[in-house]
C-alpha cells in the first residue's frame, strides 16, 4: 500500500520558519519528480515546490520563490521543504506528491501530474 505521511505543520508567527517533511512507505521516490501543493478549504489546491527525481532541478510558485527551498533524500524516501518568513496568507493545508511519470525532466508544477498524494498538514500563520 502506498503512503505518503507528512509532517512539521504548525501553529507559526508571521515570520516564523517551518520545514515540512513527507515519508513515502510502499513506492520509491527514487526515480519520481515530488511536489509540494496547498490548499485553503473552498480554493483549488496550488502548487508551492517541487523538484525533479535526481534533485537537479526545482521549481517554485511566484509566492514562494525565495521564501522556500526544497529538497529529497532518496535513500530515505523523503521530501522536505523549507520555508521562510512565512505570513498570514501561507496559511493552508500542505500536501506533498509523487510524480505520475518517472524519470521526468523538468519538475512538474500541475496537480494533474501527480497521482500519489499524502493526506496533508496543517500549516498556520498568526498576524
Known amino acids: 500500500q502506498v503512503q505518503l505521511v507528512e509532517s512539521g505543520g504548525g501553529l507559526v508567527r508571521t515570520g516564523d520558519s517551518l520545514r515540512l517533511s513527507c515519508v513515502a512507505s510502499g513506492v520509491s521516490v527514487r526515480y519520481r519528480a515530488a511536489g509540494w501543493f496547498r490548499q485553503v478549504p473552498g480554493k483549488e489546491r496550488e502548487f508551492v515546490a517541487a523538484i525533479t527525481w535526481n534533485g537537479d532541478r526545482t521549481e517554485y510558485a511566484d509566492f514562494m520563490k525565495g521564501r522556500s527551498t526544497i529538497s529529497r533524500d532518496n535513500s530515505t524516501n523523503t521530501v522536505q521543504v523549507q520555508m521562510y518568513s512565512l505570513k498570514p496568507e501561507d496559511t493552508a493545508d500542505y500536501y506533498c506528491?509523487?510524480?505520475?511519470?518517472?524519470?521526468?525532466?523538468?519538475?512538474?508544477?500541475?496537480?494533474?501530474?501527480?497521482?500519489?498524494w499524502g493526506q496533508g498538514t496543517q500549516v498556520t500563520v498568526s498576524s
Open positions: 506528491a509523487l510524480d505520475v511519470f518517472p524519470l521526468r525532466e523538468n519538475p512538474p508544477t500541475r496537480v494533474s501530474e501527480y497521482d500519489y
